[in-house]
T-cell receptor, first 116, second 114 residues
Framework: DAGVIQSPRHEVTEMGQEVTLRCKPI?????LFWYRQTMMRGLELLIY????????DSGMPEDRFSAKMPNASFSTLKIQPSEPRDSAVYFC??????????????FGEGSRLTVL | GQSLEQPSEVTAVEGAIVQINCTYQ??????LSWYQQHDGGAPTFLSY????GLEETGRFSSFLSRSDSYGYLLLQELQMKDSASYFC???????????????FGRGTQLTVWP
């Protein structure tokens, strides 16, 4: 299995530009999570989907952030317009829910975003 | 809301034993997970406790006390490659989701010296 695939791995952009981060979850997984990691705030849950439907977006910082999952094999996280404080590593993770199981999340390698 | 507390850093020498504690506050608790993250890498799953007691997986063990809202990760026979950040994560119930949500602590940086 290829694991969770994220792109781009690195993105440097200027304030005000639109940023789109992409994620391909592990085939067959029914949950997809977007996390953001910074030194100041650690790993923050932004939003997660179950069977392509957003379940909880309470962690999305503000309206500049949006996430979609048009099908079971693809999700995007968009920031428009971007600001320097959005600089972070954004992780996508997927999971397959089995009752009584550990709920293990499989993380991608992350997208490191720098907004100048 | 949720809150998790764990030490920010721990140091130890090769071959030693180290314990990383985690206390948490959450509603609708499902279980406590532990993840490892090497610099610049993805977090990877180590263990999960839903019930009180000790779970052992090779050199790593994890403990949970639900009544005390407390858990720990025990690493034995430390190796240099164990130098990494270790995160406890609470899995809690969430309306509309049987899997629930996973909230992470700030992480404990473990440094293993030769």
């Amino acid at each position: 299995d290829a694991g969770v695939i994220q792109s781009p791995r690195h993105e440097v952009t200027e304030m005000g530009q639109e940023v789109t981060l992409r994620c391909k979850p592990i085939s067959g997984h029914d949950y997809l999570f977007w996390y953001r990691q910074t030194m100041m705030r650690g790993l923050e849950l932004l939003i997660y989907f179950n069977n392509n439907v957003p379940i909880d977006d309470s962690g999305m910082p503000e309206d500049r952030f949006s996430a979609k999952m048009p099908n079971a094999s693809f999700s995007t996280l968009k920031i428009q317009p971007s600001e320097p404080r959005d600089s972070a590593v954004y992780f996508c993770a997927s999971s397959l829910w089995i009752r009584g199981d550990t709920g293990e999340l499989f993380f991608g390698e992350g997208s490191r975003l720098t907004v100048l | 809301g949720q809150s998790l507390e764990q030490p920010s850093e721990v140091t130890a020498v090769e071959g030693a034993i180290v314990q990383i504690n985690c206390t948490y506050q959450t509603s609708g608790f499902y279980g406590l997970s532990w993840y490892q993250q090497h610099d610049g890498g993805a977090p990877t799953f180590l263990s999960y406790n839903a019930l009180d007691g000790l779970e052992e997986t090779g050199r790593f063990s994890s403990f949970l006390s639900r009544s005390d809202s407390y858990g720990y990760l025990l690493l034995q026979e430390l190796q240099m490659k164990d130098s990494a950040s270790y995160f406890c994560a609470v899995r809690d119930r969430n309306r509309g989701s049987t899997l629930g949500r996973l909230y992470f602590g700030r992480g404990t940086q473990l440094t293993v010296w030769p």
